[in-house]
C-alpha cells in the first residue's frame, strides 16, 4: 500500500464510510436506551400481558440472527408492501437488537435494587410509575453502565453489517475499495478506525461511570 | 472448587486446546517462506487444480440444484484439462473476494466470466482473452425511464459489488458528476439487484449482458440497452504460475479451433461473443 492510496483513494473512501456508521450509531443509540429500559421495566414490573410481550420481543430477537432481521427488514417487508430505505431498515433492526440486549443489563440491575425501596417509596406516597422513575431507575441505571457500554461497543460492530443491504458505511466503504484494489491493508486501516471508537467508547463510559457514581453507594 | 465449575472450565480448555491444534495443523501445510502455496494435488500421476466461480453467475458458472458446477466456463475448463492432460474440481466463492483466494493460493485460478481490468492485471496475469461483451442496462417493463435518461445521469443505478458494471457507472456517472454517489447501489450478488429494481428502490440494474439476460428472464424486466465497453474475459492466474498460464492458453487456442466451442457457444446463447 503506497502513500498515495493511503492519502487519495483509501482515506477519503473510508472517512465518507466513518459519517455513515456515525449516523448509524447516533440515529440507533438513544432508541436502543429508552427501549430498552421500557422493556426491562415492562418485564420486571409489568402485569401480565405486559411481561409476556416483552419477554417474547427479547427472546425473538435473541434467536434472530441480526443480518437476517436486516435481510427481513429490507428485501423481505416489500413482499408486503412496506419499502424501508436502506437507513431505516439497518436503524430498526440496529434499535430492535440493542434495545433487546440493553433490557436484559437493565433487567438485572434493577433486580438489584432492594425490594424495601420500593415499599418505602410507596409509604412516602409515591405511585409506583412515581417510585420507578424516581427511585429504583436511577440507581439500577447507574449500575447498568458497564454492561450499557458493552451493548454500545456491540452497536458500533453491528453498523458493519448495514453494507449487506446497500448502505455504504466504514466496513462497505472498505470492502468496495478492497473489490477494486485487492490491498488486504484495507481491512487493518478499517481495523484501527473501529479499535479507536471502541476506546473512545471504552474511556467515555468510564467517566461517565465515574461522574454519576454516588458517594458512600458504590465504592468498596 | 465445585464440581459444576471445574466440569466447565475442563471443557474450555479442551476447546482452546482443540483450536490451537487446528491452528498448527494448518501452519504446517503453509510453506516455510510464508509465500502461498498452490492448491494443486497431485492425485495417481495427475495434477488436480482448483478453479475458483461465482456460483451465481449464469450462464459462466452457476452451482446447479445438485450442487454441481454448470455453466459456460465450467464447461470449457473441464474440455481444457482433458486436452492438456489435468483435472479440476470447482469452488465457488465470494466475487469480490475472488482474487484475493486466488492470491493467497485457495485457488489456482478463476475462470468464471472475469473481465480483464487493469487494476486485476495489477495483481494477476490474465490468459488470452476468450469472450467479448457489453454491458446491459435492465429496467422494469412498466417504467418510463429509457436507456438516455440512464445515461443522462437520471436513474438509481443498482450493481454488484465488484463487477465491471458497478466500476463503469462509477467511472462514467459518478467521476462525471451526473450522479451522486448515493445514486449507485451496491449489493452483495446479483439477485439483490433484481429483487430491489423489482422492488423498485433502484430504477436501472447493469451487469454484462449474457448474465443480465439470464438473471431477468422470467421477470417483467427488459433491457433497454447496451453499453460497448470492449471488455473482454480471461482466466486469472497468479503471476509466478506461468507454466499453468501456458497450459490454459494452449487449452484455450485448442478448445476455440474446435467444433465443441461453437456448441458451447450455441447451448449457452453467446454467439456473436466469441473473438473467434
Known amino acids: 500500500m503506497d502513500a498515495d492510496f493511503l492519502i487519495n483513494i483509501l482515506l477519503p473512501a473510508l472517512w465518507e464510510g466513518l459519517l455513515v456508521t456515525l449516523k448509524l450509531i447516533i440515529l440507533s443509540a438513544p432508541f436502543g436506551l429508552l427501549f430498552g429500559t421500557l422493556l426491562a421495566v415492562g418485564r420486571v414490573y409489568g402485569g401480565f400481558f405486559v411481561n409476556l410481550f416483552c419477554r417474547f420481543f427479547v427472546g425473538f430477537i435473541k434467536g434472530c440472527p441480526l443480518i437476517l432481521l436486516l435481510f427481513i427488514l429490507y428485501f423481505g417487508l416489500p413482499s408486503v408492501g412496506i419499502y424501508l430505505s436502506a437507513l431505516l431498515a439497518s436503524v430498526i433492526g440496529f434499535i430492535c437488537c440493542n434495545s433487546a440486549y440493553n433490557s436484559e443489563y437493565i433487567r438485572g440491575a434493577i433486580l438489584s435494587v432492594k425490594e424495601g425501596q420500593m415499599i418505602a417509596a410507596s409509604a412516602l406516597g409515591m405511585t409506583r410509575i412515581q417510585a420507578i422513575r424516581h427511585v429504583v431507575l436511577p440507581q439500577a441505571m447507574r449500575r447498568a453502565i458497564p454492561g450499557l457500554s458493552n451493548e454500545f461497543i456491540y452497536l458500533i460492530k453491528y453498523s458493519s453489517l448495514a453494507y449487506m443491504i446497500t448502505l455504504i458505511e466504514l466496513t462497505g466503504a472498505g470492502k468496495l475499495i478492497f473489490s477494486k484494489y485487492f490491498e488486504p491493508d484495507v481491512f487493518i486501516m478499517i481495523g484501527i478506525i473501529y479499535l479507536a471508537l471502541v476506546t473512545i467508547t471504552t474511556v467515555g463510559a468510564n467517566a461517565l461511570e465515574k461522574k454519576l457514581a454516588i458517594p458512600g453507594t458504590q465504592g468498596r | ?276
Open chain 2, 1 to 276: 472448587m465445585n464440581t459444576k465449575i471445574s466440569g466447565i472450565l475442563i471443557i474450555l480448555l479442551a476447546l482452546v486446546a482443540v483450536s490451537f491444534a487446528g491452528c498448527t495443523g494448518g501452519e504446517s501445510v503453509e510453506s516455510p517462506s510464508g509465500d502461498a502455496l498452490p492448491t494443486e494435488q497431485i492425485s495417481g500421476d495427475v495434477t488436480v487444480y482448483t478453479i475458483g466461480i461465482d456460483g451465481e453467475y449464469p450462464p459462466y458458472s452457476y452451482i446447479d440444484t445438485d450442487g454441481n458446477a454448470q455453466g459456460f466456463d465450467v464447461d470449457s475448463a473441464k474440455w481444457i484439462a482433458k486436452n492438456q492432460g489435468f483435472e479440476v474440481e470447482f469452488q465457488p466463492l465470494a466475487w469480490d473476494g475472488i482474487i484475493p483466494a486466488l492470491l493467497a493460493g485457495k485457488i489456482d485460478m478463476v475462470y468464471s466470466g472475469m473481465t480483464i481490468t487493469d487494476e486485476r492485471s495489477l495483481k494477476v496475469n490474465f490468459s488470452t482473452p476468450y469472450l467479448q461483451v457489453d454491458q446491459g442496462v435492465a429496467f422494469n417493463n412498466d417504467s418510463e425511464m429509457t436507456f438516455e435518461d440512464f445515461m443522462a445521469g437520471k436513474a438509481v443505478v443498482g450493481a454488484q459489488r465488484g463487477t465491471t458494471g458497478a466500476i463503469w457507472t462509477e467511472e462514467n456517472l459518478i467521476a462525471t458528476g451526473l450522479i451522486s454517489a448515493d445514486s449507485l447501489k451496491y449489493y452483495d450478488n446479483f439477485p439483490s439487484v433484481v429483487t430491489d429494481l423489482q422492488n423498485k428502490r433502484i430504477d436501472a440494474a447493469i451487469y454484462d449482458v449474457p448474465s443480465l439476460r439470464d438473471a431477468i428472464a422470467g421477470k417483467p424486466m427488459e433491457i433497454r440497452g447496451q453499453i460497448d465497453t470492449g471488455e473482454v474475459y480471461g482466466i486469472a492466474i497468479r503471476k509466478e504460475d506461468t507454466e499453468l498460464l501456458g497450459k490454459m492458453n494452449a487449452g484455450l487456442d485448442n478448445l476455440m479451433d474446435d467444433d465443441y466451442w461453437q456448441e458451447l457457444l450455441v447451448e449457452y446463447k453467446l454467439v456473436g461473443a466469441s473473438p473467434r
